[in-house]
T-cell receptor
Framework: KAGVTQTPRYLIKTRGQQVTLSCSPISGHRSVSWYQQTPGQGLQFLFEYFSETQRNKGNFPGRFSGRQFSNSRSEMNVSTLELGDSALYLC??????????????FGPGTRLTVT | DQQVKQNSPSLSVQEGRISILNCDYTNSMFDYFLWYKKYPAEGPTFLISISSIKDKNEDGRFTVFLNKSAKHLSLHIVPSQPGDSAVYFCAASARGATNKLIFGTGTLLAVQP
């Protein structure tokens, strides 16, 4: 089975611009979660999508948004980029449905640099 | 408020010996715990998990122990191998938000040949 894939792997943007990152989950996984990793804050949960609906949300400003498509692929968008948004953005998929605990499998991440 | 803590930023062990990585948590609502291994510029790799109804789970060289009364879990790697050198993160999730993982700050494990 193919793993979680993320595109692009690297991205350089300018302050004030917006960016869209893409994630394709493991086949059959319907839950997709997004995380941000920075040296100062570590790994932080952004949001989770399941069946095209946001199911959980972390503590990030509204500039961070996401969506999920009917094929479970997900995108996250960051608008009005700030220097502090420079980070590794990780996507994870899970076989979790409506209950029970399942491990999450992570993609390689997208390294976003804001200048 | 750091709900999941890994108090040792780094750990060095000799090849063949046991590596013990520790993790403490404060939120009593957490009921599922996971360990991930991570290399720089890559995504975390899932290692092992444990539900709060258990106190031990084993998978090959990896064993996770959970002490709910102390709100403490540990990962044992036996025997340690140089390829185990990486940053190890513990993570936890609560009932009703099972895919909202709260991560610790990580422990850098170095296994010396």
């Amino acid at each position: 089975k193919a793993g979680v894939t993320q595109t692009p792997r690297y991205l350089i943007k300018t302050r004030g611009q917006q960016v869209t990152l893409s994630c394709s989950p493991i086949s059959g996984h319907r839950s997709v979660s997004w995380y941000q990793q920075t040296p100062g804050q570590g790994l932080q949960f952004l949001f989770e999508y399941f069946s095209e609906t946001q199911r959980n949300k972390g503590n990030f400003p509204g500039r961070f948004s996401g969506r999920q498509f009917s094929n479970s692929r997900s995108e996250m968008n960051v608008s009005t980029l700030e220097l502090g948004d420079s980070a590794l953005y990780l996507c994870a998929s899970s076989a979790s449905t409506s209950g029970g605990s399942y491990e999450q499998y992570f993609g390689p991440g997208t390294r976003l640099t804001v200048t | 408020d750091q709900q999941v803590k890994q108090n040792s930023p780094s750990l060095s062990v000799q090849e063949g010996r046991i590596s013990i990585l520790n993790c403490d948590y404060t939120n009593s609502m957490f009921d599922y715990f996971l360990w991930y291994k991570k290399y720089p510029a890559e995504g975390p790799t899932f290692l092992i998990s444990i539900s709060s109804i258990k106190d031990k789970n084993e998978d090959g060289r990896f064993t996770v122990f959970l002490n709910k009364s102390a709100k403490h879990l540990s990962l044992h790697i036996v025997p340690s191998q140089p390829g185990d050198s990486a940053v190890y993160f513990c993570a936890a999730s609560a009932r009703g938000a099972t895919n909202k993982l709260i991560f610790g700050t990580g422990t850098l494990l170095a296994v010396q040949p």
